[in-house]
């Protein structure tokens, strides 16, 4: 599938995931017990908008700042954990008490929901157990309306020119005009779509996110600087 060329291999993103979890597992060896804030970051984006590039800016910049590990968790991935047994398991078994939580925050997402609801229900457990732990950039899947209540998450979102995604697209993908725009209104009409069936929101409401970036007039490494400022300074 063309778009698949847009992000990086499944492969790479779970030995990623692996390491995240290996490198977190001994900064808790090393470190006091007792709790420390760790923001969690989400990142969402109209479809064509030049995303990953900023994600990996953003998350070297991060471990710089930090010195801690940082993961990228995008739908693939996301996916992917709640397929696998083994990720899945060692992904909620750091949710804990954070359960009953989401089951009431849940009850507040669309009666819609059929067939796909339960599958749904995992990927925002994931989301939730993700956030919790923090040091983590969270990319679509409603994850900013899921972690809305979380007092660790601070929510961003890329938005650019037609001509700008056009253009992106069809670099990216090599194809016509046409075409590029022809896939960017449908792949943005599935986005508005999810969001609208089950979380029963708005995609295009602003109103979630601490600050929008306009992809044509600001470079990924300038948008990566700007979000670490910001959440570091919270």
Known sequence: MLEKTLV?????????LLEFNRRKELEALSKSRAEKW??????????????YSVAEHLQELLEKRTGEAWL????????EVARNHDLSEDVLRRLGEKVSFLDEMITMFSPRWKSDKEYYQLLCRHVVAL????????MGRGSAYITQSMNNCRHFRLFAS??????????RLGLSREAAQKLI???????????????DRDAHDLGV??????NDRN???????TIVEYVMDC
């Open 162 to 171: 037609e001509e700008f995604k056009i253009r992106s697209i069809s670099r």
């Open 219 to 225: 470079s990924a490494d300038k948008i990566a600087h």
């Open 8 to 16: 990086p291999s499944i492969e790479k993103r779970i030995g990623s």
């Open 38 to 51: 760790k923001p969690a970051i989400t990142f969402s984006r109209e479809f064509g908008c030049e995303s």
């Open 131 to 138: 956030a919790d732990q923090g040091n983590v950039i969270l």
């Open 72 to 79: 990228v968790m995008d739908k693939e991935l996301l996916q």
């Open 209 to 214: 996110y601490n600050l929008v970036f306009n």
């Open 185 to 199: 209104e449908q792949k943005q009409n599935q986005r508005d779509q999810f969001i609208r069936t089950f979380l």
